[in-house]
């Protein structure tokens, strides 16, 4: 497991968003705080096991 930086911020609608910096584009977004960490922890996943089924290289966190 690696750890990386997410940046949680309020969205113009409502919703807090969260973004993973050192994946670009990996964004999120929930409607408390704790649902926006738990999508983001998802997003990543995700992020993460495409970019190693397409052979590509993780970015490092």
Not at 28 to 33: E, H, L
Request: aromatic residues 4%; contains cysteine; proline residues 7%.
């Amino acid at each position: 497991m690696h750890l990386r930086q997410v940046i949680i911020k309020p969205g113009e609608d409502g919703f807090w968003v969260a973004e993973c910096p050192s994946l670009p584009g990996c964004i999120s977004q929930g409607q408390s705080k704790q649902e926006a960490v738990e999508n983001i922890r998802e997003a990543i996943e995700g992020y993460i096991e495409v970019l190693e089924e397409e052979g590509d290289t993780v970015p490092r966190a």
